[in-house]
T-cell receptor, first 114, second 112 residues
Framework: EAGVAQSPRYKIIEKRQSVAFWCNPI?????LYWYQQILGQGPKLLIQ????????DSQLPKDRFSAERLKGVDSTLKIQPAKLEDSAVYLC????????????FGPGTRLTVT | GENVEQHPSTLSVQEGDSAVIKCTYS??????FPWYKQELGKGPQLIID?????GEKKDQRIAVTLNKTAKHFSLHITETQPEDSAVYFC???????????FGTGTSLTVIP
């Protein structure tokens, strides 16, 4: 089966600009996660979707970050306006559903804010 | 919320030796503990996992042990090879929220 797809792979923007990332999870996976991974650290959860509903967005900086999963399949994560500290890799992951299910990651989008 | 600590942060071993990475977690309700390998420029790749009702699991050269009482779990890699060099992350999945919390990573270098 195809893996988690993400685009773009790389993005360079100036601070205060906006940027959007796209993710298409593994077919049939109901749960989708967005993570932020700063260099040298583990992934940090930003938002979790179950189908098209938000399960947890407690660590999403809602003044500048937004995410949606309108049809319960693919998802977009947006940053507006970007700050220097948003430079990181943004990872998308999916699982089949609840319970102790395997989580699979996409290749990530490396964002550099200058 | 859940807090996962991982040690060591860096590990160098000679090819053929064993490597052990240890993690602790704080939430006794966490019920699933995966390990990921991340190579440069790639997303984390699941290499082995263990559920809370199991104490040990092995897959060829890789094994994971879980001590629920002490709330710690470990990754064991035997007969290490240069291609095992990467960053390894442990994680704990909470119940019932199904959120994953990650350790800070271990950079493993296998010296030929």
């Amino acid at each position: 089966e195809a893996g988690v797809a993400q685009s773009p792979r790389y993005k360079i923007i100036e601070k205060r600009q906006s940027v959007a990332f796209w993710c298409n999870p593994i077919s049939g996976h109901a749960t989708l996660y967005w993570y932020q991974q700063i260099l040298g650290q583990g992934p940090k959860l930003l938002i979790q979707f179950q189908n098209n509903g938000v399960v947890d967005d407690s660590q999403l900086p809602k003044d500048r970050f937004s995410a949606e999963r309108l049809k319960g399949v693919d998802s977009t994560l947006k940053i507006q306006p970007a700050k220097l500290e948003d430079s990181a890799v943004y990872l998308c992951a999916s699982t089949r559903g609840g319970g102790p299910a395997e989580q699979y990651f996409g290749p990530g989008t490396r964002l550099t804010v200058t | 919320g859940e807090n996962v600590e991982q040690h060591p942060s860096t590990l160098s071993v000679q090819e053929g030796d064993s490597a052990v990475i240890k993690c602790t977690y704080s939430d006794s309700a966490s019920n699933y503990f995966p390990w990921y390998k991340q190579e440069l420029g790639k997303g984390p790749q699941l290499i082995i996992d263990i559920r809370s009702n199991v104490g040990e699991k092995k897959d060829q050269r890789i094994a994971v042990t879980l001590n629920k009482t002490a709330k710690h779990f470990s990754l064991h890699i035997t007969e290490t090879q240069p291609e095992d060099s990467a960053v390894y992350f442990c994680a704990a999945k909470t119940f019932p929220g199904n959120q994953f919390y990650f350790g800070t990573g271990t950079s493993l270098t296998v010296i030929p």
